[in-house]
């Protein structure tokens, strides 16, 4: 797909989103010159311990959308099993297409063409509820879950608490 291409179906998933956003988010371009970065904010989903948190991150696309995915970085701090440290967002359908070479994955959890904007923001948000500590980023924060729940959850609070003063 061209670069023309790309940017083209980026503009429209992105005034889609302006028409219907997802419940729960809202994006838009980081400087009204460049398709392919993005800033997105996650509130935290209802009945999780993110609720009422703002979480900004930032989608970077490649000139080769949508066959190769974006890189999602959150820039608000999170604590999450699928977020490493630095913001970096691990979760399936923003992996490479293709078989995981480590066998954990199979192909058609990774990265589709078939996916937009949409269907990562819907992912993003539905990990927030759904940790998976099974194949953390954040190691620390995958063994808080697990094996110490009221830390990650005095953990995330924190994050949530920080992110409400920030906006």
Excluded at 11 to 37: F, M, R, T
Excluded at 80 to 104: F, R, T
Aim: glycine share 4%; net charge negative.
């Amino acid at each position: 797909m061209s670069e023309l291409q790309s940017a083209l179906l980026l503009k429209k998933q992105l005034n889609e989103l302006h028409k219907n956003p997802v419940e729960g988010s809202s994006a838009g371009l980081i400087d009204d010159n460049d398709i392919y970065k993005w800033e997105v904010l996650i509130i935290g989903p209802p009945d999780t311990l993110y609720e009422g948190g703002f979480f900004k991150a930032h989608l970077n696309f490649p000139k080769e959308y949508p066959l190769r995915p974006p890189k999602m970085k959150f820039v608000t701090e999170i604590w999450h099993p699928n977020i490493d440290k630095s913001g970096d967002v691990c979760i399936s359908i923003l992996h490479e297409p293709g078989d995981d070479k480590w066998g954990y994955e199979k192909a058609s959890e990774r990265w589709l063409p078939v996916h937009t904007v949409e269907t990562i923001l819907i992912s993003v948000i539905s990990m927030l509820a759904d940790p998976n500590d099974e194949s953390p980023a954040n190691v620390d924060a995958a063994k808080d879950w697990r094996d110490n729940y009221p830390e990650f959850k005095r953990k995330v609070a924190r994050c949530v608490r920080k992110s409400q003063e920030d906006i």
